[in-house]
């Protein structure tokens, strides 16, 4: 890719000359940079300070100027610090976010996390899915809106997910066909007909940062509307959040009873995801969410 191009892009939107560009490490998709204005913005976006850039030699389509229109949905709740949007570009592609000055997760910011991710999860959200139907993540999933959530799993994560799975021959023949007879009797779990709430969509440790002040923030969503434990469920997945975010959540946002017994059933999804992207690793852990439900 021709970086030259789109940093050139970066700082004509930014009304600034940056400096110092440097790669960062971390990420399985898309590349990060951090840069350093040499001044302030004609606008006043910048200010003398560094900005974080994302890019990627060929992502799907949409795909920064969508992760953009989520950190603005999510901000508008204005239940948790979310990642500043200072630009985006789908060509070339780019998005441009404030620095965030990482520092180190205490027993407050854990407290604190649990409250405004309740919070977040209690903000006004009409439907499941996306009203503007932008796919989201590496795989492209889609995001048609849904009136009730087993049909969005079903239809727009579970379906889609077990054809790319059978394309990419990343699962069995028999663990691809538990996947579809799961999809098709997700109805009955009457439970999980609920209101929708704004998700993260992605929220694995990796993508809350809590910075020098012992403020979390928020980035990389995958946002759509969606179960609110799907966001816990992430959560457990892959660890890195204390417990006293949870228990501050319930007290917040109370959950429903059996909501454990549901974890592995939220977890199918990213599990799914990471046997297509990332391998045999992931297979065993699939199949013994989906043992407990099919």
């Known amino acids: 890719m021709n970086n030259q191009l789109w940093q050139s892009a970066v700082e004509q939107e930014l009304g600034v000359q940056l400096a110092g560009w440097r790669q960062l490490g971390g990420g399985d998709f898309a590349q990060s940079w951090c840069a350093k204005a040499l001044g302030r913005s004609v606008d006043d976006r910048v200010d003398a300070g560094r900005v974080f850039v ?3 030699a060929n992502p799907p389509p949409h795909h920064f100027s969508t992760e953009a229109r989520g950190l603005r949905w999510l901000k508008e709740s204005e239940a948790i610090n979310v990642a500043t949007v200072l630009g985006e570009s789908d060509d070339p592609p780019y998005l441009i976010l404030k620095w965030i000055t990482e520092g180190q997760r205490t027993e407050a910011s854990e407290i604190a996390f649990g409250a405004e991710l309740a919070r977040l999860h209690q903000a006004p959200c009409t439907h499941f899915g996306r009203l503007d ?3 989201t993540g590496s795989l492209g999933l889609p995001n048609a809106p849904s009136e009730h959530w087993s049909e969005f799993f079903a239809t727009q994560r579970l379906i889609p997910l077990a054809y790319i799975a059978r394309e990419r021959q990343s699962l069995s023949i028999q663990t691809i066909a538990k996947i579809e007879r799961l999809a098709q009797r997700l109805s009955l779990f009457t439970e999980l007909d609920v209101a929708p709430s704004r998700l993260h969509g992605d929220l694995w440790a990796g993508n809350r940062l809590v910075d020098d002040a012992g403020e979390n923030w928020l980035i ?5 509307g969606g179960h609110r434990e799907s ?9 890195g959040f204390g417990d006293l975010s949870y228990h501050h959540y319930d007290e917040h946002y109370p959950l429903d009873d059996g909501w454990q017994e549901r974890i592995a059933l939220h977890q199918l999804a990213p599990l799914i995801v990471h046997a297509i992207k990332f391998g045999r690793a992931y297979v065993a852990p699939t199949e013994a969410a989906l043992a407990r439900y099919v």
Do not use: N, S, V
């Open 54 to 56: 994302k890019t990627h």
């Open 133 to 135: 139907e932008r796919t």
């Open 231 to 239: 966001d816990l469920a992430m959560m457990q997945l892959f660890g």
């Open 220 to 224: 990389d969503p995958a946002c759509h």
